[in-house]
């Protein structure tokens, strides 16, 4: 895991946890390395939800077309399945007990929908979208090669789950009193549960103490 700074490297992130959110929150400076050799099983094309029974990792499938070679960069996204509309099934039993799920839900079933060929145009205007609604100012930048030495906290290894990114301030979660309150959640969580309010409440993320630089 990644510690506090003011200039973070990322890779290209699908729906991150919300504690990375935070933590963008607190930067002067983003920079996103999409040249990286692109590993799979990670928060790239995968994100973390609270369903009524359980936390459910949903996926956009890819496919890469220079094999294991493959940067992220290059990546294409999979319509041979129509992940889309599992997406917007599973969120939608999900989180439509969440006070401001029909608020956003439309706009981010429209990203999903619009046939980007590439997955880092995918998330980055999700990416886009995030930072609007949270209000976070940061300045975003990509990398234009793979960045191999950083004068600041590079996070890209940090990103293989969502179990490392604990946030130490909860919020109301639908299922709260069944389940407590369950950690590590995508930004769509925060963001269907506490709506305008989500971005500030990321703010408070302050105690970064536990975190390592990787």
């Not at 992220?72 to 509309?85: F, G, K, Q």
């Not at 979660?173 to 389940?179: E, G, L, M, R, W």
Request: with cysteine; proline share 5%; hydrophobic share 35%.
């Amino acid at each position: 895991m990644c510690s506090q700074s003011n200039k973070l490297l990322l890779p290209s992130l699908l729906a991150p946890p919300a504690k990375l959110m935070a933590l963008m929150c607190h930067a002067e400076e983003i920079i996103i390395d999409t040249h990286e050799t692109y590993p799979k099983q990670t928060l790239r094309n995968r994100y973390f939800i609270g369903g009524p029974n359980d936390i459910r990792s949903l996926v956009v499938p890819v496919h890469k077309p220079n094999g294991h070679r493959t940067k992220t960069s290059e990546i294409e996204i999979d319509y041979n399945e129509n992940w889309p509309l599992y997406h917007r099934k599973t969120l939608t039993t999900a989180y439509s007990k969440s006070p401001f799920f029909l608020y956003y839900a439309d706009y981010i079933f429209a990203e999903f929908e619009r046939d980007h060929k590439r997955l880092i145009d995918l998330n980055a205007a999700l990416q886009n979208i995030f930072m609007k609604w949270m209000n976070i100012k940061t300045s975003v930048s990509f990398a234009d090669d793979f960045v191999r030495e950083f004068n600041g906290v590079d996070c890209r290894t940090s990103c293989k789950n969502s179990a490392e990114w604990v946030l130490q301030q909860s919020y109301y979660q639908p299922f709260d009193t069944i389940y407590g309150f369950r950690n590590s959640l995508s930004v769509l969580d925060i963001l269907f549960n506490l709506g305008p309010e989500a971005g500030d409440h990321l703010i408070k993320e302050t105690d970064y103490a536990g975190l390592q630089s990787s």
